[in-house]
Nanobody, 127 residues
Framework: QVQLVESGGGLVQAGGSLRLSCAAS????????MGWFRQAPGKEREFVAA????????YYADSVKGRFTISRDNAKNTVYLQMNSLKPEDTAVYFC????????????????????WGQGTQVTVSS
């Protein structure tokens, strides 16, 4: 069982930056591949970024590539999402997710791949 708690959301002007954090409970964080998703009002939850267990590989949605960076610190049981050059269309509730990954070198981009979810943190980008 893993519990995930996101933080770092808020209100920012277009062009600004935010760093989201997702703290995980438990002693086996390094066994989980991690991902970030977002959901805007009236829209489906969509993939943003994913990272492998070790942090050696990452993958991004085209809409955030070059602006967002996912990283993790397994010693701190935390995954991060650095968001730069924010746009109003980035406004959404951001969720982190965890998937137990026995293979160790895979990232996952489908919602259905993930086993655990946080409660979300609101990001609002004003124009």
């Amino acid at each position: 069982q893993v519990q995930l708690v996101e933080s770092g959301g808020g209100l920012v002007q277009a062009g600004g930056s935010l760093r989201l954090s997702c703290a995980a409970s438990g002693r086996t964080f390094s066994s989980y591949a991690m991902g970030w998703f977002r959901q805007a009002p009236g829209k489906e939850r969509e993939f943003v970024a994913a990272i492998t267990r070790s942090g050696g590989r990452a993958y991004y949605a085209d809409s955030v590539k070059g602006r967002f960076t996912i990283s993790r610190d397994n010693a701190k049981n935390t995954v991060y999402l650095q968001m730069n050059s924010l746009k109003p269309e980035d406004t959404a509730v951001y969720f982190c997710a965890a998937k137990l990954d026995s293979r160790g070198s895979t990232y996952y981009i489908r919602r259905s791949d993930y086993d655990y979810w946080g409660q979300g943190t609101q990001v609002t980008v004003s124009s």
